[in-house]
């Protein structure tokens, strides 16, 4: 089976420019995550949708960072105005129910380093 | 809030030695992941496990789940250098799911 899609693989912009990243998750996989990777430590859960709606967003910084999954396939995560701190490796996941259903591995991307200059 | 604490930070060894990473939460978890990330890769899954005491085996990994469901351990036997990478655990509890900060193991040829 293909695997879960990102774009861009790399981002370089400027602080306080805006930068969107894409996920295409594993057909059939209703839930689907983004995690933020701090280089030298673990995934950090930004947001959980299942289907087109939201999860969990708790540790979203929802004033600069936005998700959407509309049509509860394709999902886009968005900064708007980015800071240094957000240097990171962006990481889409995908899985076929939610976790809590105790029998559903995560399938990660090869996600999208960014860097904030 | 709920805590996931994963030691060691790092190890390094010699190609054939043992490792063992350990995670331990501050909440008694529903189940837990565990993954390796190879350099510069992403996190791939490795296995679940969900009930009280539980251990699994695949080929010279050996995986085990606390009897209280509250930590748990990766163990390698005789590692490789093809081994190398980081490995995670993924606690879910209490409606949370949190990764362990990862143990980087490098082996030594």
């Known amino acids: 089976e293909a695997g879960v899609a990102q774009s861009p693989r790399y981002k370089i912009i400027e602080k306080r420019q805006s930068v969107a990243f894409w996920c295409n998750p594993i057909?059939?996989?209703?839930?689907l995550y983004w995690y933020q990777q701090i280089l030298g430590q673990g995934p950090k859960l930004l947001i959980q949708?299942?289907?087109?709606?939201?999860?969990?967003d708790s540790q979203l910084p929802k004033d600069r960072f936005s998700a959407e999954r509309l049509k509860g396939v394709d999902s886009t995560l968005k900064i708007q105005p980015a800071k240094l701190e957000d240097s990171a490796v962006y990481l889409c996941?995908?899985?076929?129910?939610?976790?809590?259903?105790?029998?559903?591995?995560?399938?990660f991307g090869n996600g999208t380093r960014l860097t904030v200059t | 809030g709920q805590q996931v604490m994963q030691i060691p930070q790092y190890q390094h060894v010699q190609e054939g030695e043992d490792f063992t990473t350990y995670c331990n939460s501050s909440?008694?978890?529903?189940?837990i992941q565990w993954y390796k990330q190879r350099p510069g890769g992403h996190p791939v899954f490795l296995i679940q496990?969900?009930?009280?005491?539980e251990v699994k085996k695949q080929k010279r990994l050996t995986f085990q789940f606390g009897e209280a469901k509250k930590n748990s351990s990766l163990h390698i036997t005789a590692t490789q250098t093809t081994d190398v990478g980081t490995y995670f655990c993924?606690?879910?509890?209490?409606?949370?799911?949190?990764f362990g900060k990862g143990t980087k193991l490098s082996v030594k040829p």
């Open positions: 057909s059939g996989h209703a839930t």
């Open positions: 909440t008694t978890l529903s189940n």
């Open positions: 496990l969900v009930k009280s005491g």
């Open positions: 949708f299942q289907n087109n709606g939201v999860v969990d």
């Open positions: 996941a995908s899985s076929l129910s939610p976790w809590q259903a105790n029998n559903s591995p995560l399938h």
């Open positions: 993924l606690g879910g509890s209490q409606g949370n799911l949190i």
